[in-house]
C-alpha cells in the first residue's frame, strides 16, 4: 500500500473527472486527431480550469458520510443536499447529472427508502454508482466476508443504480480496488480479483446470463482486448472494462487518465474511474503537481480525505486491548538462522533472510523494505541507496537512524502500515514462508521481545505476564501486523482458477 493512500484514490479520481470535464462527449476520432495532454477548461460545459462533475461531487458525498459511519439514509441526504447545490458542487451549482440519478434522487426527496430509489430496469445500467462507489473500500478494507462486501455495496449503488449489472460492477471494482489496498500489484490484484469474484460466483445463484457480460473480465485478460474493442460510452459494463483497461495498459498514473479522457464519449467518468484506482496503485506523489494546483476545492477535499483517513485507514484491527488471557498465543523473537536450514518461528521476524521483489526493486529482509520506506517519506536518498546496499538487517537498522529530515508525527502515522505491507510482500512471495504463517491458525502473534516496547510485547515468551495481555509493556505491533497479514493470506486462499 503507498502512503497517502485515501489521498491517493480521491485525487486520482477528482484528477481524472477534470481533466475529462471539457471533452466530454468528445469522439474517439476528434479526440486522436485532438488529443488531451494537459488539463484545460472550458469546453463542453464551459466550466474554468480544474472543474470536476458529478462523479466527484457524489464520490465525495459518500465519503463523508462513512466518516461518520455506514447510514444509507445519511449517504442518500447527502445526495439530496448536492442536488440541490448545498453539498460538495465545485462552483455553487450542479451542471452534470445522469438521469438516473436524478430520478434517484427524486425518490429520496419524496421520502422513498434510499434502497428503493435506483432503477433496477436493464435499461437503467449506466455508470452513475459505479463512478461514485470508491470510497468505499475504505469502509470494507478489513472486511473479510464476501457476502457482507457484496450486500454492502449493492446498497450503496441500489441508492440509485439497483440493477444486478450495475451492482456487480461496483462489486467487481471495489474487490479490485481491495487487492490493491493489501498491497498488490496492478496485475496479481487483477488475477487476484477475477479468483474471488468467480468463486464468489460459484457460491451464488446468479442469472448466467448477467453474469456472462463480464466475460471479458472475469474469463480472458481485458488487458489484451484491442483498442478499438474497448468501449467508453455511460454505460457502466463499457466503463469497467475501460477503466480496468487503462491502467492495466499503462505504466504511470499520467498517462493512464490520459489514455481514459482521450478514449472519447464518457471522458470524465472513465478517467475518473480509473483515476481512482492509477491513484491507488502509483501513488499520491505520482500525480502531477501543475494538475494538482489548479483543482477546485483542493483544501476541502484535502480536509475530507484527513477525515477518511483518520476513520478507517488509522485503525489497526488487532490491539492490545482486544486480546484476552483465554486466547491462545505464538511467541517469537530470535532472529537466528538454524544452520540446518529448517523454517522455525524466527521467520516471523523482520530481520529472517526472505528477499521479495516490488516495483522491481530488490528487498533482503522485511526489516530492509521498512528502513527504505522510512527513507523514502523523508525524500533521503542518500541512505535509501545505502540501506538497498547493506547486506544485512543489524547494518539496515543503524542506516535508519540515520534518516535526515524526520518528523516524529509522520513516522509514527505510516510505520504500521509501511511494516504490514512489507510482511505482506514477504509472506506473499516465499511460499514455505505463507504457509507457514497461515499454520498459526488463529493465535496471537507476539514479539516476545523484552527490550522492544513499540514492535514487540517488552516481555520475554518465559516471563510470568507474557500471556496477560494488559500487563504487556509493549505494543505488539509487528504481531498484530503480521495478524493482519495472515488474514489477507487466508482469504486470498478462497482464490480459485476456472
Not at 453539498?87 to 455553487?92: A, D, F, K, R, Y
Not at 524526520?406 to 511460499?431: C, P, T
Amino acid at each position: 500500500m503507498k502512503s497517502k493512500v485515501v489521498q491517493s484514490a480521491l485525487f486520482g479520481l477528482a484528477i481524472g473527472d477534470a481533466l475529462g470535464v471539457p471533452v466530454e462527449f468528445q469522439s474517439r476520432v476528434y479526440l486522436t486527431q485532438n488529443p488531451v495532454e494537459e488539463m484545460k477548461g472550458y469546453g463542453t460545459h464551459n466550466q474554468s480550469v480544474g472543474t470536476w462533475s458529478d462523479d466527484s461531487s457524489l464520490t465525495f458525498c459518500l465519503a463523508e458520510s462513512l466518516c461518520n459511519g455506514y447510514n444509507l439514509d445519511d449517504i442518500a441526504q447527502k445526495f439530496l443536499k448536492w442536488y440541490n447545490a448545498d453539498l460538495w458542487t465545485p462552483h455553487g451549482k450542479v451542471f452534470d447529472i445522469g438521469i438516473a440519478t436524478s430520478k434517484a434522487i427524486n425518490k429520496i426527496a419524496n421520502g422513498t427508502d434510499p434502497v428503493l430509489c435506483g432503477g433496477n430496469n436493464e435499461t437503467d445500467n449506466g455508470n452513475g454508482s459505479l463512478m461514485r462507489i470508491l470510497p468505499m473500500l475504505f469502509y470494507l478494507r478489513n472486511e473479510d466476508n464476501l457476502q457482507v462486501i457484496f450486500e454492502k455495496v449493492e446498497e450503496v449503488s441500489s441508492i440509485t443504480h439497483a440493477h444486478f449489472r450495475s451492482v456487480f460492477a461496483c462489486f467487481i471494482y471495489i474487490v479490485y480496488g481491495l487487492e490493491l489496498l493489501k498491497g498488490c500489484d496492478k496485475k496479481a490484484a487483477y488475477q487476484n480479483m477475477k479468483g474471488t469474484v468467480k468463486k464468489f460466483i460459484t457460491q451464488n445463484a446468479f442469472e448466467p446470463k448477467e453474469i456472462n457480460l463480464f466475460e471479458r473480465i472475469l474469463q480472458r485478460d481485458i488487458a489484451n482486448v484491442p483498442e478499438h474493442e474497448i468501449y467508453s460510452s455511460g454505460y457502466v459494463l463499457h466503463s469497467l472494462e475501460a477503466s480496468l483497461w487503462c491502467v492495466l495498459t499503462t505504466q504511470n498514473y499520467k498517462d493512464a487518465v490520459l489514455k481514459a479522457v482521450n478514449l472519447g464519449e464518457d471522458t470524465d467518468t472513465t478517467a475518473a474511474i480509473a483515476g481512482g484506482l492509477a491513484g491507488l496503485i502509483y501513488g499520491f506523489e505520482s500525480i502531477p503537481q501543475e494538475w494538482m494546483n489548479v483543482l477546485v476545492k483542493r483544501t476541502e477535499i484535502e480536509n475530507l480525505c484527513e477525515q477518511l483517513d483518520q476513520a478507517f485507514m488509522s485503525k489497526q484491527k488487532y490491539s492490545v486491548s482486544a486480546i484476552k488471557e483465554s486466547d491462545e498465543f505464538f511467541f517469537f523473537w530470535e532472529h537466528q538462522v538454524p544452520e540446518d536450514g529448517i523454517l522455525t518461528k524466527s521467520c516471523l521476524t523482520q530481520w529472517w533472510d526472505a528477499p521479495f521483489i516490488v516495483d522491481q526493486v530488490n528487498y533482503r529482509t522485511a526489516e530492509h523494505w521498512m528502513m527504505s520506506k522510512k527513507a523514502e517519506l523523508f525524500n533521503d536518498d542518500i541512505v535509501l541507496n545505502k540501506i538497498l546496499a547493506a547486506t544485512s538487517p543489524e547494518e539496515v537498522k543503524k542506516l535508519g537512524r540515520q534518516v535526515k529530515n524526520y518528523d516524529e508525527a509522520m513516522w509514527l502515522e505510516n510505520r504500521y502500515h509501511i511494516v504490514k505491507e512489507g510482511n505482506f510482500h514477504k509472506f506473499s512471495q516465499n511460499q514455505e514462508l505463507r504457509e507457514f504463517l497461515i499454520r498459526t491458525g488463529e493465535k496471537v502473534l507476539a514479539e516476545a521481545s523484552p527490550v522492544d516496547l513499540i514492535w514487540g510485547i517488552g516481555l520475554a515468551e518465559d516471563h510470568q505476564d507474557a500471556t496477560i495481555p494488559e500487563k504487556w509493556k509493549g505494543l505488539n505491533l509487528l504481531g498484530f501486523a503480521l495478524m493482519e497479514v495472515r488474514d489477507e493470506m487466508k482469504l486470498s486462499d478462497l482464490h480459485v482458477d476456472f
